[in-house]
């Protein structure tokens, strides 16, 4: 159970629009964030972070608060989202991994054998400071408005693990899955658990809600998502499910990926208690797949260049949500790089009019 000063105990978040919607509540307005909103697209972000790298900038608390809270003043979002990388657990537990500008996340050793696996430990209590240290300041700074915490999928984490930097096809990893599933297993089983652990410590140290993200998911047909990411998926949410409040009430767990639209209740039954929906799939649909489930998403993204098509989908996603017994409102996937911040700001303000 959850300390008695955590958020969702004292009375700061429990009854936010976010939780309460994460929950199965149909909330008036409902509840905006959007995934990567802390970021790439804000001028004060950019200018902020010039001189330090992403992952020195993800371990620094000063820089984690400051970038955290800059969409929520500037657009006036019901929720934080803890700034973060899913490669932070690596990171933490020794792996040598850097974000390189215009590729992602490249590690220099790639693992593809069990004795690699075997030089890897888990994240030592101290590593973890800095995420405890960011979170608590950002919970006193937020007040009644909820954090999200987060982390990678096994599957997603795994995949950078083995291929050694961003790839489209996953040679190595098919080839595992292939030859040598009982590597495959144990690698994605370490996954698992590091990502709890950085997850676990967002959650203890204060946020109200935890995101897992499997962007690569939807690279795999449901048969190879059933063999080969969902029983490490499971053990990860199953080292979370504890996250209880003071009434016994789980810590909303939202779980995401991108073109998954076929393994939507497959990813759900791994434990999370509500599901995040990408554009290529419609919230009515992902209602009727996944009925009494409270859903998010799912404004297209790549519309965000053009007003009038965006309201359009915008009304389209508000109407189609109706069908789940909780809505949060976000994208289908994250923020681009290039988008006007301006344009978020007033979206979030019509979804807050529209939804009185």
């Given at each position: 159970m959850?300390?008695?000063?955590?958020?969702l105990?004292?009375g700061?978040?429990a009854?936010s629009?976010?939780v309460?919607?994460?929950?199965?509540e149909?909330t008036?307005?409902l509840p905006v964030?959007?995934?990567?909103?802390?970021g790439?697209?804000?001028p004060e972000?950019r200018?902020?972070?010039?001189?330090?790298t992403?992952?020195e900038?993800c371990?620094?608390?000063?820089?984690?608060v400051?970038?955290t809270?800059?969409?929520?003043?500037?657009h006036?979002v019901d929720?934080?989202?803890?700034?973060s990388?899913i490669?932070?657990?690596l990171?933490?537990?020794?792996?040598?991994?850097?974000?390189e500008?215009?590729?992602?996340?490249v590690?220099a050793n790639p693992v593809?054998s069990l004795e690699q696996?075997?030089?890897?430990s888990l994240?030592?209590?101290?590593?973890l400071?800095?995420?405890?240290e960011s979170?608590?300041?950002?919970?006193?700074?937020?007040g009644s408005?909820?954090?999200?915490?987060?982390?990678?999928?096994p599957?997603t984490?795994?995949s950078?693990?083995?291929?050694g930097?961003?790839?489209?096809?996953l040679?190595?990893?098919?080839?595992?899955m292939?030859?040598?599933?009982?590597?495959?297993?144990?690698i994605l089983?370490w996954c698992?658990?590091v990502?709890a652990q950085?997850?676990?410590?967002q959650v203890?140290a204060?946020?109200?809600?935890?995101?897992?993200?499997?962007?690569w998911?939807g690279?795999l047909?449901r048969?190879?998502y059933l063999?080969?990411?969902?029983?490490?998926?499971e053990?990860l949410?199953e080292q979370l499910a504890?996250l209880v409040?003071?009434?016994?009430?789980?810590?909303?767990?939202?779980?995401f990926?991108?073109g998954t639209?076929a393994i939507?209740?497959?990813?759900?039954e791994?434990?999370?208690?509500?599901?995040?929906v990408?554009?290529?799939?419609s919230?009515d649909?992902?209602?009727f797949?996944l009925?009494?489930?409270?859903?998010?998403g799912?404004?297209?993204?790549?519309l965000?260049g053009?007003w009038?098509a965006?309201?359009?989908?915008?009304?389209?996603v508000?109407e189609s949500g109706r069908?789940?017994?909780?809505?949060v409102?976000n994208?289908?996937?994250?923020?681009?790089?290039?988008?006007?911040?301006?344009?978020?700001?007033?979206?979030?303000a019509r979804?807050h009019d529209l939804t009185?």
């Amino acid at each position: 159970m959850l300390d008695l000063t955590h958020p969702l105990n004292d009375g700061r978040t429990a009854s936010s629009l976010l939780v309460r919607s994460l929950r199965g509540e149909r909330t008036n307005p409902l509840p905006v964030w959007f995934m990567r909103q802390a970021g790439r697209s804000l001028p004060e972000y950019r200018k902020i972070r010039e001189g330090t790298t992403m992952l020195e900038s993800c371990l620094n608390p000063d820089l984690v608060v400051e970038i955290t809270l800059q969409p929520v003043r500037r657009h006036k979002v019901d929720a934080a989202i803890f700034f973060s990388d899913i490669v932070i657990p690596l990171k933490l537990a020794g792996v040598e991994v850097e974000i390189e500008p215009g590729i992602g996340p490249v590690v220099a050793n790639p693992v593809r054998s069990l004795e690699q696996l075997s030089r890897l430990s888990l994240i030592p209590s101290t590593a973890l400071s800095p995420i405890v240290e960011s979170v608590r300041r950002l919970t006193k700074a937020l007040g009644s408005t909820p954090l999200i915490g987060f982390g990678g999928a096994p599957f997603t984490l795994a995949s950078y693990l083995i291929e050694g930097g961003p790839s489209r096809d996953l040679p190595h990893s098919r080839e595992l899955m292939r030859t040598q599933p009982e590597v495959w297993a144990e690698i994605l089983n370490w996954c698992a658990d590091v990502t709890a652990q950085f997850i676990r410590a967002q959650v203890e140290a204060g946020a109200s809600a935890l995101q897992v993200f499997d962007s690569w998911a939807g690279k795999l047909s449901r048969e190879e998502y059933l063999e080969f990411a969902k029983p490490h998926s499971e053990r990860l949410f199953e080292q979370l499910a504890d996250l209880v409040d003071s009434r016994g009430q789980a810590v909303p767990r939202i779980h995401f990926g991108v073109g998954t639209g076929a393994i939507l209740r497959d990813m759900f039954e791994c434990g999370a208690t509500a599901m995040g929906v990408d554009a290529a799939t419609s919230l009515d649909e992902a209602a009727f797949a996944l009925p009494g489930v409270p859903l998010q998403g799912n404004v297209d993204s790549t519309l965000l260049g053009d007003w009038q098509a965006l309201t359009k989908n915008l009304d389209e996603v508000l109407e189609s949500g109706r069908l789940a017994p909780g809505h949060v409102v976000n994208l289908g996937h994250g923020v681009p790089k290039d988008t006007d911040p301006e344009l978020l700001t007033k979206l979030v303000a019509r979804i807050h009019d529209l939804t009185k």
